[in-house]
């Protein structure tokens, strides 16, 4: 048997149009099938979610917290005294020092000063106290201690709802009172 390669092949007829008409045809079928959907009654989804103030609207509502103190003394004063490397890791691990160390100018004085969250805050006692024994840092009431075994004298005061403490143990009362103004 030979076949005849090169021969004349049956040609079908497919109409040139026939692109057009499958694309046409198959467009129909979908907006069909689109509006028989859209047409039939349907109920909304299930909400879960309860209704009530949005997540802005509640972020805006709740008061900002007070401003704290960035717990630095004028360059002019003192100079901050960096935390010592330890095994690679540098300082606090905190996003903002919730205690500083400063090297008093002119001398070899250490002052810290700490923001003491959760601490109780400093109030006046409820006696009314004599002259003598007022103490007031940034015009806020402040209450002063020392520790007699390591000679650490610290002031204390609470400002917009934040403890604060500075304290050295070579500065007397009056000077770290006169520091404390100074806190920024």
């Known amino acids: 048997m030979i076949f005849d390669l090169e021969g004349a ?9 026939l692109g057009f008409m499958l694309s046409l045809a198959s467009a129909a079928v979908a907006s069909a099938a689109l509006l028989m959907i859209a047409s039939r009654p349907h109920d909304a989804a299930p909400r879960f979610v309860e209704t009530g103030p949005s997540v802005l609207e509640q972020a805006f509502a709740k008061q900002k917290p007070p401003p704290t103190l ?14 010592q490397r330890v095994d690679g890791i540098y300082g606090p691990a905190r996003p903002a020092p919730t205690l500083r160390s400063f090297r008093m100018r002119g001398s070899n004085a250490i002052v810290v000063i700490a ?6 805050a400093v109030a006046p006692p409820s006696s009314p106290p ?6 007031s840092v940034r015009g ?33 009362l009056p000077d770290l009172v006169r520091l404390a103004e100074q806190v920024r």
């Not at 960035?70 to 935390?83: G, H, K």
């Not at 020392?146 to 500065?171: C, F, K």
Request: proline share 6%; aromatic share 8%.
């Open 9 to 17: 092949t049956v040609h079908r007829s497919i109409s040139p149009r």
């Open 70 to 83: 960035d717990l630095a003394l004028p360059s002019d004063v003192a100079v901050e005294v960096l935390p």
């Open 115 to 120: 923001m003491l969250p959760g601490a109780s």
């Open 130 to 135: 004599t002259a003598a024994e007022v103490l």
């Open 140 to 172: 806020w009431y402040a209450a002063n201690f020392s520790v007699e075994a390591t000679s650490l004298a610290a002031v204390r005061w609470t400002e917009n709802g934040m403890t604060y403490e500075i304290s050295s143990r070579s500065l007397l």
